[in-house]
Nanobody, 114 residues
């Protein structure tokens, strides 16, 4: 079973930036980032398909960017112009080739506060 390990969360001031990383122990077919704020449902933040297409939540368009280093089975979420509404636990997600089953990272806390 492929496992995902996240890193890069933390505390940042409004207007600041953070970069999250997610390393997979095996090959993946598609990758994404989700987040869950307190009292809210988990939501899709960014998606990168096998064909290289990206999709972003309206609330992060122009501020966040998903990218990948296929040689390292690692993908990233570069977050800029962070605001308090971005505070959440961020989870990386991957779809596995063949079975198309999904796996999740352990989550990393991002807190935007002055």
């Amino acid at each position: 079973q492929v496992q995902l390990v996240e890193s890069g969360g933390g505390l940042v001031q409004p207007g600041g930036s953070l970069k999250l990383s997610c390393a997979a122990s095996g090959n993946v077919y598609a990758m994404a980032w989700y987040r869950q704020a307190p009292g809210k449902q988990r939501e899709l933040v960014a998606l990168l398909t096998y064909g290289g297409r990206t999709n972003y939540a309206d609330s992060v368009k122009g501020r966040f960017r998903i990218s990948t280093d296929n040689a390292k089975n690692t993908w990233y979420l570069e977050m800029t112009w962070l605001n308090p509404d971005d505070t959440a636990i961020y989870y990386c997600n991957a779809v596995l080739p063949g079975t198309l089953s999904q796996v999740w990272g352990q989550g990393t806390q991002v807190t935007v506060s002055s």
